[in-house]
T-cell receptor, first 116, second 110 residues
Framework: DAGITQSPRHKVTETGTPVTLRCHQT?????MYWYRQDPGHGLRLIHY???????DKGEVSDGYSVSRSKTEDFLLTLESATSSQTSVYFC???????????????FGDGTRLSIL | GQNIDQPTEMTATEGAIVQINCTYQ??????LFWYQQHAGEAPTFLSY????GLEEKGRFSSFLSRSKGYSYLLLKELQMKDSASYLC???????????FGTGTQLKVEL
């Protein structure tokens, strides 16, 4: 199994509070991703990183920010959490072999976040 | 925009064969992935197709037709443990990004 650790695994917090989720990898992979998964929507990309300090927005980035100061860590921050951000959050990692061939993304175990 | 369609639910019998279809319309294409996700768990990688044709891996096979924007996942000799959600995802290029379908919930019955 790919060495990916997400923390915390579960969190309950109140509307308006800041929340930071951490993804830690031991595979030295270049790419890291944050997704959210909601019923009826599937997995949707929030932000991704293609190297240290190199990040870009995904499909549903509003209300979220990320940082990657080291290869192994990718942080997702909700500056002021809202109830609509209640979801299961997955981190994923991958490595690019060549332009014509992709390595699969491997996922962490997820963080279940409830915002009351 | 990106559009990936797959059936919401399917039911099949233990020991049988089931085919899960996925159609896509995306602005870029660098391959198609299938993932399996059991309830409450992380998605796990099943297969990758970038060229047309069939890829076989044990009981699981995946097919791709790029000209038709179509893929299917074939599961043979179904087992109860195959009850899960199956996710179709397209690599649309630029940063190894994936766009996922909403998943097909497969229920295997006795």
């Amino acid at each position: 199994d790919a060495g990916i650790t997400q923390s915390p695994r579960h969190k309950v917090t109140e509307t308006g509070t800041p929340v930071t989720l951490r993804c830690h990898q031991t595979e030295n992979h270049r790419y890291m991703y944050w997704y959210r998964q909601d019923p009826g929507h599937g997995l949707r990309l929030i932000h991704y990183s293609y190297g240290v300090k190199d990040t870009d927005k995904g499909e549903v980035s509003d209300g979220y920010s990320v940082s990657r100061s080291k290869t192994e860590d990718f942080l997702l921050t909700l500056e002021s959490a809202t109830s609509s951000q209640t979801s299961v959050y997955f981190c994923a990692i991958s490595e690019l072999v060549s332009e014509g061939f992709r390595q699969p993304q491997h996922f962490g175990d997820g963080t279940r976040l409830s915002i009351l | 925009g990106q559009n990936i369609d797959q059936p919401t639910e399917m039911t099949a019998t233990e020991g049988a064969i089931v085919q899960i279809n996925c159609t896509y319309q995306t602005s870029g294409f660098n391959g198609l992935f299938w993932y399996q996700q059991h309830a409450g768990e992380a998605p796990t990688f099943l297969s990758y197709n970038v060229l047309d044709g069939l890829e076989e891996k044990g009981r699981f096979s995946s097919f791709l037709s790029r000209s038709k924007g179509y893929s299917y996942l074939l599961l043979k000799e179904l087992q109860m443990k195959d009850s899960a959600s199956y996710l179709c995802a397209v690599d649309t290029g630029g940063g190894n990004k994936l766009t996922f379908g909403t998943g097909t919930q497969l229920k295997v019955e006795l």
